[in-house]
């Protein structure tokens, strides 16, 4: 079997990888960029549990080399690397001999593969029993602010039986659920799908205990039930009608329980699981026809996804023109 070699560039997105010691979960501050959630983070998962894995600033051209997609585009002769492309939430990349996806409408072509997520490194979780119906109830916020709906003033505005606190996952304390009653991940209320997006905050809600509420994006639809794992809203009322529904201690402890099921088959050992299926058994066989492969073979599929690649900055020109990116 090739060996698996995670490019880790001289990008500065990559910078400190090499002096990290300890295990991911006591760095887990800085595993924020998707350079270090998915391929330092993978790197060390892999190679901390006994798989032969190596690393390095440059591709090598006898292995299986796991790349993301923004150092895959400046690679220079495609054609003498095998390269699996982390495509991350790219929507304009340069495709891989495969490419490696966090969302199933990402999946183009036979040779794309879908990974789960990685859910939160030094997770806390919340305590098991439901929140005291005398205390307020704690609504935290997961993502960037500016990237979400204005969720204060929307829940501000709001009337609920119980009083309710929002608060914010700051990247001092994102991987901290322990006082957390509701996690809110909506990031606007127009039924957007967010086809390159990953479902990583519903993996973390569940493996914290904690219920989510999610919008339309596609991510949560392929690994949660709407409505028996997680609450998925669309509107100002929907969203609101799903705080008071959470207040109810039977409906809370209903989500949470179908949550923890649900977490069984995306937890951390599923996920490397995963990954080693996929990087030893479908990327095998393609490292094989393509060691095999003729030169001008391998620069005509070069030149197949360049034209590819193309086509999707020409559709993100358009988009844009349009005003719908």
């Not at 322990?178 to 493996?207: C, I, Q, Y």
């Not at 039930?225 to 402890?253: C, E, M």
């Not at 393509?290 to 599929?301: D, F, P, V």
């Amino acid at each position: 079997m090739a060996g698996i070699h995670f490019v880790m560039s001289d990008r500065t997105e990559f910078t400190g990888w090499a002096e990290l010691t300890g295990s991911v979960h006591e760095n887990w501050h800085k595993f924020v960029r998707s350079e270090w959630a998915w391929l330092v983070q993978t790197y060390f998962e892999l190679r901390d549990t006994g798989y032969d894995v190596s690393a390095s600033a440059v591709a090598d051209s006898q292995k299986v080399n796991v790349m993301h997609a923004d150092d895959y585009v400046h690679l220079q002769n495609k054609d003498l690397f095998f390269v699996a492309v982390v495509v991350a939430d790219r929507r304009v990349y340069f495709p891989g001999n495969c490419s490696l996806v966090q969302n199933h409408n990402q999946l183009v072509s036979k040779a794309d593969y879908w990974v789960p997520h990685w859910d939160q490194p030094g997770l806390i979780p919340r305590p098991s029993l439901a929140p005291d119906p005398d205390c307020i109830f704690n609504v935290a916020f997961a993502g960037i602010p500016e990237n979400s709906i204005e969720l204060n003033r929307v829940i501000e505005q709001a009337a609920f039986a119980r009083p309710v606190r929002i608060s914010m996952l700051s990247p001092h304390r994102w991987n901290d659920f322990s006082d957390v009653d509701v996690l809110v991940a909506v990031r606007d209320l127009n039924g957007k799908k967010h086809p390159e997006k990953p479902p990583t905050k519903l993996f973390n809600a569940w493996a914290a205990g904690v219920p989510f509420v999610g919008g339309m994006d596609s991510a949560y639809e392929q690994v949660g039930k709407p409505g028996i794992d997680y609450l998925q809203v669309s509107d100002q009322t929907q969203l609101l009608n799903a705080i008071s529904w959470l207040q109810d201690g039977d409906n809370w402890s209903s989500l949470v329980g179908a949550g923890k099921q649900a977490s069984e088959k995306f937890n951390r050992r599923k996920t490397r699981e995963t990954w080693l299926d996929v990087l030893s058994g479908p990327v095998q066989e393609q490292f094989k026809a393509w060691e095999y492969s003729k030169r001008y073979s391998r620069l005509q599929s070069v030149f197949v996804r360049f034209l590819r690649f193309n086509g999707m900055r020409l559709r993100r020109r358009y988009l844009v023109y349009r005003r719908r990116y």
